[in-house]
């Protein structure tokens, strides 16, 4: 089922990955012109979308020298089909350009768009001045309309195999560029140029673009939370790239569709409280019962039918917290300083059996003694799948042998802090090199692994990687991680009846966690929410889990498990 899932997850190429794309579409005699061409009528028709009106409006075209300024010369004869006034403005001489567009260039010209060369512009000593460079703009490219600005901007200067650092001309004209943003809508063509494909940074300035057309598939540049500032909203635009290339050519990562929790959100036909799962929490230590309050809390208003905390004794009520719906199993405790010790009993292991998973870590402790729990827990050969949390993960680091105790049904949630702690590295390494310490993750055990964030990451095995592509400031507190855990407890408990994979799991819990913090935007919009609020805006959020606010696609995207 993991295959099924991953297929309803869009595509992300790298790149490169989107060059090798190119050129496995070209090996089947589909030619560059034709897909330039459905380049550009995809971004006149994403245009039209915000200026339904084109006849009369003034557009200047930045064209690069690649196959980005092709798309911008063959928009550019569309525009004026359309009555609009196209003027193209190109960074190097027409001679220069080659193949599609050059072929695309040649067929504006002809039908009379109007093409103007910057590079005599961009080599003046006053060019390093945005504002004046807009100003020669101004008389280069509208000399009977001085004074009044265009009506949209179009970016074709670079596309998505950019990559280092900008040249200075560039940058200036870039920085020109950005003085129109709140006088011209911009609309950037595959990528906002000087944007990192990969990074979603700028290199080291890049066009604010009020909207991106994208072609073929979003790229991981575009649709991490840092980007959103350059790319305005993303339209993900078919251009006739064969579905069998979509599917099979190489990509490392896929988006995460806001639609991943659906599955999970119909009801069990003739359903009743066993029927949607027992999730145990194993935690809530001396003076950390509110981290495991707050995993049972979560578990229930994910929707699993029973939740019950096995906790030391004299935690007990404080983990339950007043919620006659959270039960508990009191687990004997005679020592303060170690309350795990003796505390693990043939009661609760087949406890455990009864159970449909396991959420292990909110609360738990790090002494020898929790870990002696863990270690009892995970060598169970019967024991339900489990997600293993917050201290749980720590005390992994601590003995790395347990790791091989993990199946695919398990999961595993560290943050930065943890998973610097399961690798040996530091944070720093771990927040530079994200997609890199995902794979070690994933290599160190069998289990489905998150790297928690803004544009969290998962995976398991070799999969690709999935990218959650939001940054939301009410998850940003305290607890919200343990919420998160109960979250995917109450998932993983109707695994079995969904089939659904662990990484199937790991992906709804992460975008249905992420709903509860768009829910929570709206009652606390300046922040101020706790995990509590968090744990109950989780019904609401099965509502909110629709599509991504600043991405479309042309194509139906619908997730399915």
Same mark, same amino acid.
């Given at each position: 089922?993991?295959?099924?899932?991953?297929?309803?997850?869009?595509?992300?190429?790298?790149?490169?990955?989107?060059?090798?794309?190119?050129?496995?579409?070209?090996?089947?005699?589909?030619?560059?012109?034709?897909?330039?061409?459905?380049?550009?009528?995809?971004?006149?028709?994403?245009?039209?979308?915000?200026?339904?009106?084109?006849?009369?409006?003034?557009?200047?075209?930045?064209?690069?020298?690649?196959?980005?300024?092709?798309?911008?010369?063959?928009?550019?004869?569309?525009?004026?089909?359309?009555?609009?006034?196209?003027?193209?403005?190109?960074?190097?001489?027409?001679?220069?350009?080659?193949?599609?567009?050059?072929?695309?260039?040649?067929?504006?010209?002809?039908?009379?768009?109007?093409?103007?060369?910057?590079?005599?512009?961009?080599?003046?000593?006053?060019?390093?001045?945005?504002?004046?460079?807009?100003?020669?703009?101004?008389?280069?490219?509208?000399?009977?309309?001085?004074?009044?600005?265009?009506?949209?901007?179009?970016?074709?200067?670079?596309?998505?195999?950019?990559?280092?650092?900008?040249?200075?001309?560039?940058?200036?004209?870039?920085?020109?560029?950005?003085?129109?943003?709140?006088?011209?809508?911009?609309?950037?063509?595959?990528?906002?140029? +000087? !944007?990192? $494909?990969?990074?979603? #940074?700028?290199?080291?300035? &890049?066009? @604010?673009?009020? /909207?991106?057309?994208?072609? *073929?598939?979003?790229?991981?540049?575009?649709?991490?939370?840092?980007?959103?500032?350059?790319?305005?909203?993303?339209?993900?635009?078919?251009?006739?790239?064969?579905?069998?290339?979509?599917?099979?050519?190489?990509?490392?990562?896929?988006?995460?569709?806001?639609?991943?929790?659906?599955?999970?959100?119909?009801?069990?036909?003739?359903?009743?409280?066993?029927?949607?799962?027992?999730?145990?929490?194993?935690?809530?230590?001396? +003076? !950390?019962? $509110?981290?495991?309050? #707050?995993?049972?809390?979560? &578990?229930? @208003?994910?929707? /699993?039918?029973?939740?019950? *905390?096995?906790?030391?004794?004299?935690?007990?009520?404080?983990?339950?917290?007043?919620?006659?719906?959270?039960?508990?199993?009191?687990?004997?405790?005679?020592?303060?300083?170690?309350?795990?010790?003796?505390?693990?009993?043939?009661?609760?292991?087949?406890?455990?059996?009864?159970?449909?998973?396991?959420?292990?870590?909110?609360?738990?402790?790090?002494?020898?003694?929790?870990?002696?729990?863990?270690?009892?827990?995970?060598?169970?050969?019967?024991?339900?799948?489990?997600?293993?949390?917050?201290? &749980?993960?720590?005390?992994? /680091?601590?003995?790395?042998?347990?790791?091989?105790?993990?199946?695919?049904?398990?999961?595993?949630?560290?943050?930065?802090?943890?998973?610097?702690?399961?690798?040996?590295?530091?944070?720093?390494?771990?927040?530079?090199?994200?997609?890199?310490?995902?794979?070690?993750?994933?290599?160190?055990?069998?289990?489905?692994?998150?790297?928690?964030?803004?544009?969290?990451?998962?995976?398991?095995?070799?999969?690709?990687?999935?990218?959650?592509?939001?940054?939301?400031?009410?998850?940003?507190?305290?607890?919200?991680?343990?919420?998160? &855990?109960?979250?995917?407890? /109450?998932?993983?408990?109707?695994?079995?009846?969904?089939?659904?994979?662990?990484?199937?799991?790991?992906?709804?819990?992460?975008?249905?966690?992420?709903?509860?913090?768009?829910?929570?935007?709206?009652?606390?919009?300046?922040?101020?929410?706790?995990?509590?609020?968090?744990?109950?805006?989780?019904?609401?959020?099965?509502?909110?889990?629709?599509?991504?606010?600043?991405?479309?696609?042309?194509?139906?995207?619908?997730?399915?498990?």
């Amino acid at each position: 089922m993991m295959e099924a899932f991953l297929r309803a997850c869009p595509p992300l190429p790298l790149p490169q990955e989107m060059a090798a794309w190119d050129a496995q579409a070209f090996a089947l005699g589909l030619p560059g012109s034709m897909l330039m061409e459905n380049a550009a009528r995809a971004a006149l028709g994403v245009l039209r979308t915000h200026a339904p009106h084109l006849a009369g409006k003034r557009v200047w075209l930045f064209m690069g020298s690649g196959n980005n300024g092709g798309d911008a010369a063959a928009l550019a004869r569309h525009l004026h089909d359309a009555r609009a006034l196209p003027v193209v403005a190109h960074i190097k001489p027409l001679s220069a350009f080659r193949g599609a567009a050059a072929e695309h260039v040649r067929m504006a010209r002809a039908v009379g768009v109007t093409f103007v060369n910057l590079s005599p512009t961009l080599r003046r000593k006053d060019a390093v001045r945005p504002d004046a460079l807009l100003s020669r703009l101004y008389r280069r490219l509208a000399p009977d309309d001085a004074g009044h600005c265009p009506d949209i901007c179009i970016d074709g200067l670079l596309g998505t195999g950019f990559h280092g650092s900008l040249r200075a001309d560039l940058q200036h004209l870039i920085a020109a560029l950005n003085l129109l943003h709140d006088r011209s809508f911009i609309l950037a063509l595959d990528i906002p140029s +000087g !944007l990192d $494909g990969t990074r979603g #940074l700028p290199s080291p300035l &890049a066009v @604010r673009a009020h /909207a991106t057309a994208t072609f *073929a598939a979003a790229k991981p540049g575009l649709v991490l939370p840092c980007a959103r500032s350059w790319t305005g909203r993303i339209h993900v635009c078919d251009i006739g790239m064969p579905r069998s290339i979509r599917e099979n050519g190489p990509c490392s990562l896929r988006l995460l569709p806001a639609a991943a929790p659906a599955p999970f959100s119909v009801p069990i036909p003739q359903g009743y409280k066993n029927s949607y799962g027992h999730v145990a929490i194993i935690g809530g230590a001396g +003076g !950390l019962s $509110g981290a495991a309050h #707050l995993a049972a809390l979560a &578990a229930l @208003r994910s929707g /699993a039918g029973l939740v019950t *905390a096995l906790t030391p004794a004299p935690s007990a009520a404080a983990v339950k917290g007043g919620r006659a719906e959270i039960m508990t199993l009191a687990l004997p405790s005679a020592d303060a300083d170690a309350p795990w010790h003796g505390a693990w009993t043939d009661e609760a292991t087949a406890f455990l059996h009864r159970c449909q998973a396991l959420v292990i870590g909110p609360g738990m402790g790090r002494g020898d003694d929790a870990l002696q729990i863990l270690e009892a827990i995970l060598e169970e050969e019967r024991r339900p799948p489990a997600v293993l949390d917050a201290d &749980a993960l720590v005390l992994l /680091a601590r003995k790395p042998v347990l790791l091989q105790r993990l199946t695919s049904r398990d999961i595993l949630t560290p943050h930065p802090g943890e998973a610097a702690a399961l690798l040996g590295c530091t944070t720093d390494e771990i927040q530079t090199q994200r997609r890199q310490a995902l794979a070690r993750l994933t290599d160190i055990s069998a289990a489905a692994v998150v790297l928690k964030g803004a544009g969290s990451l998962a995976a398991q095995g070799d999969s690709p990687q999935l990218l959650c592509p939001v940054d939301i400031p009410q998850l940003s507190v305290g607890g919200s991680g343990d919420v998160l &855990a109960g979250c995917a407890g /109450a998932l993983l408990a109707r695994a079995e009846h969904s089939g659904a994979s662990a990484l199937a799991v790991l992906g709804a819990a992460l975008r249905l966690h992420a709903a509860t913090g768009l829910v929570c935007a709206t009652a606390f919009p300046c922040r101020g929410n706790g995990a509590a609020e968090l744990a109950e805006a989780l019904p609401r959020a099965w509502e909110a889990s629709h599509e991504d606010d600043f991405l479309t696609f042309d194509q139906d995207m619908t997730c399915f498990i």
